[in-house]
């Protein structure tokens, strides 16, 4: 008997996924690289997803994913890149997921206050399959530093003239500009009247003297 000959298996396709959510969405990413529309193959129902993807030099990937709660097929969609597959799937009511597959236990349900669901779009917690930042208020921290930080010594002077220079007017911008040039950077005039009939002589510091660097 003739044994027919056997053919190496095609290698696996490397991917792996993750997930988050928002308080109205599902949002799972596949890291493949360079899957074209033509391969893949997404389906949604009530409670499932289906992927497929087929590439020619390696083994078909399907999978089902058994999903805990149900979503709105008709909102779901996926974006495909040269590096990721991007699914998002609508919750059908907002409810906090502990987990992307599987059943949930009746008391581990947690219900999304109604004053938050009006965020859907703010930054998640990804992915929430385990615990990580909450980045609005990481966000909101660093905004109050930034806010609690005083300008010192010049840094505070440079602030002062750039408050004046853009609540002033146009009088007030043309004296400060040409007292500031004709003097060489030793006078700074906000008025008009007294500046613009002559130049603005240099005036150093007391006990300094100006000098002019020939280029």
Known sequence: MTEEPKFPS????????????????????????????????????????????????????????????????????YKLSPSKIEIKLKKNEGIRWDKLEGHQAENGIKVIPQASTTQSERPPTYPTSRRGKDWSQVEREIKKQEEEEKPEGEEALNKLFQDIYGKGSDEVRKAMVKSYMESGGTVLSTNWDEVKQKKVDVKPPDGMEFKKWDG
Do not use: G, M
């Open 10 to 77: 095609k290698a696996v396709l490397p991917l792996k996924h993750d997930w988050y959510q928002t308080d109205s969405t599902v949002v799972i990413t596949v890291l493949v690289k360079n899957i074209k529309e033509d391969q893949l193959r997404v389906s949604f129902s009530d409670s499932n997803l289906h992927l497929n993807i087929s590439v020619p030099e390696f083994e078909e990937y399907s999978k089902c994913f058994n999903l805990s709660y149900k979503v709105v097929p008709d909102q779901c969609s």
